[in-house]
Nanobody, 118 residues
Framework: VQLVESGGGLVQPGGSLRLSCAASGFTFSRYFMSWYRQAPGKERELVAAITSVGGTTNYADSVKGRFTISRDNVKKTAYLQMNSLKPEDTAVYYC????????????WGQGTQVTVSS
């Protein structure tokens, strides 16, 4: 089982990034997919989640209207489009695959660093 995140990096405030989470080794289409983030000195927090068939999404209040989660069950990949980035979005972003819902259980990726700074 693998979840491999990519797409992180350094971006100026107001900029955009698109994170990808490529899955292998399990039946991707049966799993809820979520993105979490953890900033230095803070607890890991849920950013966005999407149901297994992609019909329902959920966002943290801090990212609503700026971030969009999506998935491609054929490519076995989840995405997080991040627009209008702010310095407070700086964190390590992790993807999670959970068969039972948005619980933070199941499989985790290794994380990708997002830094928003001028």
């Amino acid at each position: 089982v693998q979840l491999v995140e990519s797409g992180g990096g350094l971006v100026q405030p107001g900029g955009s990034l698109r994170l990808s989470c490529a899955a292998s080794g399990f039946t991707f289409s049966r799993y809820f997919m979520s993105w979490y983030r953890q900033a230095p000195g803070k607890e890991r927090e849920l950013v966005a989640a999407i149901t297994s068939v992609g019909g329902t999404t959920n966002y943290a209040d801090s990212v609503k209207g700026r971030f969009t989660i999506s998935r491609d069950n054929v490519k076995k990949t989840a995405y997080l489009q991040m627009n209008s980035l702010k310095p407070e979005d700086t964190a390590v972003y992790y993807c999670n695959a959970d068969p039972g819902g948005i619980r933070g259980r199941g499989y985790w990726g290794q994380g990708t660093q997002v830094t928003v700074s001028s």
